[in-house]
């Protein structure tokens, strides 16, 4: 039986990390013995998480912020001394409508969260990452990165943006051995989920449990994605059994594309 995945000592960032699939990351790699710095916009989730995750460094930022991205680096490159592991996980889901009802500035905010984020944190961390020996960058992207999604242009155009940064990335900084990834979770067991499938029960008039059971149908599993899949999926990316993978995009989906 092979050992569980280590990765002591390795210095780690995470965007978002405060909740959701990014504090699922983050616990994974604390517990996997790497030194953890998260950033959040939320006061309320990083103040709750100091009482529980004392390992965790901590910092308010918004990411879409070149000025806030900046703050957040100076403090985390300070306190760990370096970095080896970017994870751009801040995201949001987006307006769900029909394009012609989608305001403008919906659209630009999701662009600035999802993938301008993904961008200045990127940006910042390359000198660091060019210092390290186990350099590597996970973007969470989306099967929506893959796939059409009515009602929701705006995250699925986001999402497929990230992908071209990613593969565009990982050739551009393979010859400083640092590898970029980019994991497509599916339909995730998450608060963020939820309200996405109220969302669209109400445009399309039906009720929430309908929805829902709509959407599982196009799911080869018939299930949801548990957090902790896609915090082990990171986990590999940055591990040494992961060093000779870059430019791929990852989807754990439970199957969605496999129906499509």
């Given at each position: ?83 080896d592991v970017l994870i751009n996980n801040a995201g949001i889901a987006g307006p769900t409508a029909g394009i012609e009802k989608i305001a403008i500035d919906e ?154």
């Amino acid at each position: 039986m092979k050992k569980p995945i280590t990765l002591k000592g390795a210095r780690v960032m995470v965007s978002a990390g405060a909740s959701g699939i990014g504090l699922a990351i983050a616990r994974a790699f604390d517990t996997a013995g790497a030194q953890v710095h998260i950033c959040d916009i939320s006061d309320t989730a990083l103040s709750t998480l100091r009482d529980v995750a004392p390992n965790f460094g901590m910092f308010k930022a918004d990411v879409s912020d070149p000025d806030e991205v900046n703050s957040w680096f100076d403090h985390a490159l300070h306190a760990m001394g370096g970095l080896d592991v970017l994870i751009n996980n801040a995201g949001i889901a987006g307006p769900t409508a029909g394009i012609e009802k989608i305001a403008i500035d919906e659209w630009d905010r999701t662009m600035a969260v999802n993938v301008r984020s993904q961008f200045l944190c990127s940006r910042r961390a390359i000198g660091s990452l060019k210092e390290s020996n186990r350099a590597t960058i996970i973007n969470l992207s989306s099967v929506a990165g893959r796939i059409g999604y009515p009602l929701r242009c705006a995250y699925a155009a986001s999402k497929w943006a990230v992908i071209g940064m990613t593969q565009s990335l990982a050739i551009e900084l393979g010859e400083h051995d640092i590898t970029v990834n980019a994991i497509l979770p599916g339909i995730v067991e998450s608060e963020r989920v939820n309200k996405v499938v109220s969302a669209k029960a109400l445009v399309k008039s039906i009720p929430e449990a309908q929805m829902r059971a709509e959407i599982l149908e196009n799911v080869a599993l018939h299930r949801m994605v548990p957090m902790e899949h896609i915090a082990d999926t990171a986990l590999f990316l940055a591990s040494p059994a992961g060093r000779s993978v870059t430019g791929q995009s990852m989807n754990i989906c439970a199957g969605v594309q496999a129906l499509k």
